[in-house]
């Protein structure tokens, strides 16, 4: 049964959401309930694994939605697109929250301001950039994902 690319990108979202929700709840009773094993934790290698997760698992999901639903690999164009469409949003949420995370330092937001000026939209260059390696990433995600269904598919007919 075929399903519309909106709903992928719909699953794409919620997943994001759930891992952020996710991370965001773990790091919070960490440091609630265990503050001395919270602050090795989110200083050492173990955060930039858990921050990682956020962008490596969501595709992931994806893509094994996809094979379920429509028992077959992505062609070039659904992957492309889904990944630039993908790519987009999650980039567009690290804007917006770097924005507000900056919007509540009013500090380093005058700092920002001051030091950069009119050149404040130069800022979103690296965004676009980021949102290049994350399509590219996406796509990667998303043919892995599907790659291991087949194989795994084939290997139940076997």
Request: net charge positive; proline share 4%.
């Amino acid at each position: 049964m075929a399903k519309p690319l909106l709903y992928y990108v719909f699953r794409f979202i919620v997943s994001v959401i759930g891992m952020g929700a996710l991370l965001f709840g773990a790091a919070y009773l960490l440091l609630r309930f265990a503050p001395n094993l919270a602050e090795t934790l989110m200083t050492g290698p173990a955060m930039i694994g858990a921050s990682t997760s956020i962008f490596v698992v969501p595709p992931f999901q994806v893509g094994q939605s996809f094979f379920r639903h429509e028992g077959r690999a992505m062609s070039g164009g659904e992957g492309w697109g889904l990944a630039a469409i993908c790519s987009v949003i999650f980039t567009g949420a690290v804007v917006a929250g770097a924005y507000l995370g900056l919007s509540r330092n009013t500090e380093a937001w005058d700092r920002l301001l001051a030091e950069n000026g009119d050149d404040l939209l130069l800022a979103l260059v690296p965004m676009v950039g980021l949102a290049v390696v994350l399509m590219l990433l996406f796509k990667l995600f998303f043919w892995a994902a599907i790659r291991g269904q087949l194989k795994r598919a084939a290997t139940a007919a076997e």
